[in-house]
């Protein structure tokens, strides 16, 4: 089955610094990777996904990254604000099925 | 848009009763919907998909008669914990995912029910 690496799992950056996070994925079938934000006590919400046959995606400081030959993909939030901290998970799915594998989470800290 | 609803948000039960889970999508059709469990500081893990009108099916490990899901209508799930025991406390999520035709569906998430078995 799929199996999803994440890293780093804790992130701290600065307010207005850059945040890096990536995630590695094993079945070449998978072509749907969201990323979902969860905050303490909440629930996940998707803030970005990319499929396949897009090599990037951007959506105003978020953007993703996607490399099909390597088989990994990236979240970038630029500009990082206090209310961007959260644990942030990346996920896979295969082709026609739904089924998400996620990744084990990233805990990033925005500090002023 | 893309509202999903779970109901309750928290639930404390004593330990040998049986706790219902409401999952809801608000302004969309859901095919499926999943249902997941989550554990302090770790990642989401799934217990089982359910599909409209059909039987669920649960992952590797999910004990199908303690965890029972019933998906009558294209807009609501439910979960079932049965003869909860303490082990059984923790996080249960929900999702909903329209079908897109896109071969990937996106799947949008509530709010979760912690659940706390004494």
């Known amino acids: 089955g799929e199996n999803v690496e994440q890293h780093p799992s804790t992130l701290s950056v600065q307010e207005g610094d850059s945040a890096v996070i990536k995630c590695t994925y094993s079945?070449?079938?998978?072509?749907?990777f969201p990323w979902y934000k969860q905050e303490l006590g909440k629930g996940p919400q998707l803030i970005i996904d990319i499929r396949s046959n897009v090599g990037e995606k951007k959506d105003q400081r978020i953007a993703v990254t996607l490399n099909k030959t390597a088989k990994h993909f990236s979240l970038h939030i630029t500009e990082t604000q206090p209310e961007d901290s959260a644990v942030y998970f990346c996920?896979?799915?295969?082709?026609?099925?739904?089924?998400?594998?996620f990744g084990t989470g990233t805990r990033l800290q925005v500090t002023l | 848009g893309a509202v999903v609803s779970q109901h309750p948000s928290w639930v404390i039960c004593k330990s040998g009763t049986s706790v219902k889970i409401e999952c809801r999508s608000l302004d969309f059709q859901a095919t499926t919907m999943f249902w997941y469990r989550q554990f302090p500081k770790q990642s989401l893990m799934l217990m089982a998909t359910?599909?409209?009108?059909?039987?669920?099916?649960?992952e590797q490990g999910v004990e199908k008669d303690k965890f029972l899901i019933n998906h009558a209508s294209l807009t609501l799930s439910t979960l079932t914990v049965t003869s909860a025991h303490p082990e059984d406390s923790s996080f249960y999520i929900c999702?909903?995912?329209?079908?897109?035709?896109?071969?990937?569906?996106?799947?949008?998430f509530g709010p979760g029910t912690r659940l706390l078995v004494l």
């Open positions: 996920a896979a799915a295969p082709g026609t099925a739904s089924k998400l594998t």
């Open positions: 359910s599909n409209e009108g059909s039987k669920a099916t649960y």
């Open positions: 999702s909903a995912a329209p079908w897109t035709g896109q071969g990937g569906e996106t799947q949008y």
């Open positions: 079945d070449s079938a998978s072509n749907y």
